[in-house]
């Protein structure tokens, strides 16, 4: 079945340190990929998504790129900021006629950013 | 511009217990969804609709029911509750109808069973 693993957190950095979340995925079919982000308190918004092969989705300064040949989609940002602390979570939607785009998440991966 | 709208934002329950939990958009989206979040676990889906009258069980619908009378509303009804459903419950709603659609989710019920 399909399925989304991502690196364990949490993870801890400096304010413009170089971050990677790394995320990959088993799926039948061709997937689209999104990353999504939960600050505290609130819900999940989407972040950035990637719907096939070598797209790159890009967003606040974050990338990812879907990569088919090693099935992962890792975010990364350049340069960090305080008010990028938060949940990242991985997804995947295996968009099936008649039920829906239901997206299946990875178990999330929380960020703080330190001054 | 309301979005997905949840209520309550917390609730405890006593063991044995019933609760609706309320959801409402007013995207005029077609898709509704519920979801749950345990530590560490990610989102889990108990049950999501495809429109009015329509809906069909998720990953985990035991000890859940739902209905879908109207595009708006997709209520979730805990009956018996139990301490295996304290979670946090997110509301979802997606007009697809594109390969790359987006998810808009509530704020979340927190939810204790004690």
């Known amino acids: 079945g399909n399925s989304v693993t991502q690196m364990e957190g949490p993870v801890t950095l400096s304010e413009e340190a170089f971050l990677t979340i790394n995320c990959t995925y088993t799926a039948t079919g061709y997937p689209s990929l999104f990353w999504y982000v939960q600050y505290p308190g609130e819900g999940l918004q989407l972040l950035l998504k990637?719907?096939?092969?070598?797209d790159k989705g890009s967003n606040k300064g974050f990338e990812a790129t879907y990569r088919k040949e090693t099935t992962s989609f890792h975010l990364e940002k350049g340069s960090v900021q305080v008010s990028d602390s938060a949940v990242y979570f991985c997804?995947?939607?295996?968009?099936?006629?008649?039920?829906?785009?239901?997206?299946?998440f990875g178990q999330g991966t929380e960020l703080s950013v330190k001054p | 511009n309301a979005g997905v709208t949840q209520t309550p934002k917390f609730r405890i329950l006593k063991i044995g217990q019933s609760m609706t939990l309320q959801c409402t958009q007013d995207m005029n989206h077609n898709y509704m969804y519920w979801y749950r979040q345990d530590p560490g676990m990610g989102l889990k889906l108990i049950y999501y609709?495809?429109?009015?009258?329509?809906?069909d069980k998720g990953e985990v619908p035991n000890g859940y029911n739902v209905s879908r009378s109207t595009t708006e509303d997709f209520p979730l009804r805990l009956e018996l509750a139990a301490p295996s459903q304290t979670s946090v419950y997110f509301c979802?709603?997606?007009?697809?109808?594109?390969?790359?659609?987006?998810?808009?989710f509530g704020s979340g019920t927190q939810l204790s069973v004690l």
């Open positions: 979802a709603s997606s007009y697809p109808g594109q390969r790359n659609e987006k998810l808009f």
């Open positions: 997804a995947l939607s295996a968009m099936i006629y008649n039920q829906g785009g239901k997206l299946i």
């Open positions: 609709s495809v429109g009015a009258g329509i809906t």
């Open positions: 990637a719907t096939k092969a070598d």
